[in-house]
């Protein structure tokens, strides 16, 4: 969660801030969205953990995404309003619903 929270501001996609915050937890992975699925199990989302990806299958706007959950309703996105990593919400109105998953170490 620091390294995803060290990230806000920065214009990139959701992948590359899931990537950097995997990174930054030994995690050396990089793919689309739905690639992250592979590192973890799903869990729901009273089981969800600060730190975790959450995978959405749909954006809202033709993509798939993800995002770091930070607790309490919250998420860390890359690639929003114009590219800047953001905090919001971790329930996106448009988007589908989010998966969250819990990485396997």
């Known amino acids: 969660m620091k390294a995803a929270r060290a990230q806000l501001g920065r214009h990139q996609d959701c992948t590359a801030l899931v990537t950097n915050s995997l990174r930054a937890a030994g995690i050396n992975f990089h793919g689309w969205p739905k690639d992250y699925l592979s590192l973890g199990h799903t869990v729901s989302a009273s089981e969800a953990k600060p730190g975790d990806i959450i995978y959405y299958a749909s954006n809202g706007f033709g993509g ?33 619903a989010p998966v969250f998953i819990h990485v396997d170490r």
């Open 64 to 96: 798939s995404h993800v995002a770091i959950y930070l607790g309490n309703g919250r998420a860390i996105h890359g690639g929003w309003e114009g590219g800047t990593t953001a905090e919001f919400s971790a329930y996106l109105p448009a988007a589908s």
